[in-house]
């Protein structure tokens, strides 16, 4: 006889373990010895049995590792993707949400505190109170500095984070313009310090908008 199991036991390879039971059976009432069978035939198909009886139990036990990593590979997937956004919204809350509060004490009210200052900036009074708002904004840029390396922005936001820092160095920027004006009243200065912190609300408003659609969208 040959040695092929399913040949052996006259099953598809496809057949299901039940079936391929049913089939043993059949032929064990035909070539059991008890029956008047041959003992050798007997033998290769109980041989022929096992093989296939071991086959289709390896194959589930492979199906439900399979299923079991796949459901694995899930719930990895879910707790990863559960686990950034938990991140993102802790970065928020504690990088970006304090950084941008500290940025619009700092730009907000720089054009009336230009304003006053335009009245007469040789007066000594509205020159110290427009240092004054200086010092106090390049005190609050350092807070910034400190606030924004405290925690590493979550893979991702690296863009976001990237643009975040952009924009407070540009505020960074300006105010040092706007010193230099103070030290030698060149004009130039104070027109470059203004357009850095324009150009800076720009980022910030663009960053508010994208904000809101991480938290709300993502």
Known sequence: MTSDPYQILKVHPKTNLQDIKKAYRELVK?????KGGDI???LEINAAWEILKTKHKNNKVNKIDNCNANRETRYKKETTHS???EDIKTWFK???????KLLGQIV????????????DPYDELLMDTFCLYLEKSKSKI?????????????SLIKDFSLDLYHC???????????????????DNYLHDGKSMIAEAKKKRKFLQTNKKEWLFNK
Do not use: C, F, W
């Open 168 to 186: 407070l160095s540009q505020v960074e920027d300006g105010l040092n313009e706007l010193e230099r004006y103070t030290m030698g009243y060149v």
């Open 83 to 85: 686990s950034q956004s």
């Open 142 to 154: 350092n807070k910034v500095k400190i606030i924004y390396t405290s925690i590493a922005s979550p």
């Open 40 to 42: 050798k035939v007997m």
């Open 30 to 34: 035909i070539h059991h010895p008890d």
């Open 108 to 119: 907000n009210p720089l054009p009336a505190k230009i304003r006053d200052l335009s009245a």
């Open 94 to 100: 504690n990088i970006y949400i304090p950084i941008d």
